[in-house]
Antibody
Framework: EVQLVESGGGLVKPGGSVRLSCAAPGSTYYMNWVRQAPGKGLEWVSS????????YYADSVKGRFTISRDTARNSVYLQMSSLRAEDTAVYYC?????????????WGEGTLVIVSS | IQLTQSPSFLSASVGDRVTITCRAS??????LAWYQQKPGKAPKLLIYAASTLQSGVPSRFSGSGSGTEFTLTISSLQPEDFASYYCQQLSGYPYTFGQGTKLEIK
């Protein structure tokens, strides 16, 4: 396990944008964003491959969110645009182990995004 | 792929044996993980590949299943086990989680 640290959350107006960052040591892993709305369950949001070539999104954010990474800075980002009230959540970054099977072995503490006018 | 956990809520006592079930809407082989989450904290990996215990996780936790039906069992509940539990499928995108099971003290 490694320590992941998210930042960039805060209060954003509907229709606005925000970029989340995750300090993630080690560039050889797929990285993911998972969110949790207040009082709700976990929702996978997006994944990016180790080299940054492949990106995957949940239907609920496709076309509005963009995941990226900077391997030199050991960082992963989530650019969130056209934000809606239903995007209000704690956003976690999570490292994905890939062997024969895969799993999320390390998680950050999360950063809260509130979308409200 | 949809995951359905049952029960959604579970009330139990210290020392009890409890089982949580996770059913997938289609076969996912053993691409399933289990997480524990306590209020205000990040999820913590318990089990991966359906039945492999993550390093450092107490042996009272165990997972089983393959295909579409999976179980997480806690053999003897400890006070620190009262939390929410989620299954996750990683067979293909979009990854999905079960809706969660909240385990409460009776």
């Amino acid at each position: 396990e490694v320590q992941l640290v998210e930042s960039g959350g805060g209060l954003v107006k509907p229709g606005g944008s925000v970029r989340l960052s995750c300090a993630a040591p080690g560039s050889t892993y797929y990285m993911n964003w998972v969110r949790q709305a207040p009082g709700k369950g976990l929702e996978w949001v997006s994944s990016i491959s180790s080299g940054g070539t492949y990106m995957y999104y949940a239907d609920s954010v496709k076309g509005r969110f963009t995941i990226s990474r900077d391997t030199a800075r050991n960082s992963v980002y989530l650019q969130m645009s056209s934000l809606r009230a239903e995007d209000t959540a704690v956003y976690y970054c999570a490292r994905e182990q890939q062997r024969v099977y895969n799993w999320f072995d390390s998680w950050g503490e999360g950063t809260l995004v509130i979308v409200s006018s | 792929i949809q995951l359905t956990q049952s029960p959604s809520f579970l009330s139990a006592s210290v020392g009890d044996r409890v089982t949580i079930t996770c059913r997938a809407s289609q076969g996912i082989s053993s691409y399933l993980a289990w997480y524990q989450q306590k209020p205000g904290k990040a999820p913590k990996l318990l089990i991966y590949a359906a039945s492999t215990l993550q390093s450092g996780v107490p042996s009272r936790f165990s997972g089983s299943g393959s295909g579409t039906e999976f179980t997480l069992t806690i053999s003897s509940l400890q006070p620190e086990d009262f939390a929410s539990y989620y299954c996750q499928q990683l067979s293909g995108y979009p990854y999905t989680f079960g809706q969660g099971t909240k385990l409460e003290i009776k």
